[in-house]
Nanobody
Framework: QVQLVESGGGLVQAGGSLRLSCAASGRTPSFYATDATGWFRQGPGKEREFVAYISRSGSITVYADSVKGRFTISKDNAKNTVYLQMNSLKPEDTAVYYC????????????????WGQGTQVTVSS
């Protein structure tokens, strides 16, 4: 069973940047070579929402409209890690951020993902 662990969250002022990491561990060291990955977030009192997706090869990325142009998803298969670079952060980006795996091309629905991590808190102050 692959475990995903998010890190890199924290408190930042509006306009600032953070880089989240999603590392895979477990019995499949080459996990990111076989599965695509997505980032989701869940703000206070809100439903979990899609943020970004990166394909198995890393050649295809998809973003939610709310983060397009500000966030960048990338991956390093050698390190079994997927990153989410978040720039120009806004208070409305405050949420717990989760990464998860999928075998569904271009997936954006949470139900298409598995192996969810525990999440990392991102708080953006105004």
């Amino acid at each position: 069973q692959v475990q995903l662990v998010e890190s890199g969250g924290g408190l930042v002022q509006a306009g600032g940047s953070l880089r989240l990491s999603c590392a895979a561990s477990g019995r499949t060291p080459s996990f990111y070579a076989t599965d695509a990955t997505g980032w989701f977030r869940q703000g206070p009192g809100k439903e979990r929402e899609f943020v970004a997706y990166i394909s198995r090869s890393g050649s295809i990325t998809v973003y939610a409209d709310s983060v397009k142009g500000r966030f960048t998803i990338s991956k390093d298969n050698a390190k079994n890690t997927v990153y989410l670079q978040m720039n120009s952060l806004k208070p409305e980006d405050t949420a717990v951020y989760y990464c998860a795996a999928t075998v569904v091309p271009g997936a954006r629905r949470a139900e298409d993902f598995r192996s969810w991590g525990q999440g990392t808190q991102v708080t953006v102050s105004s």
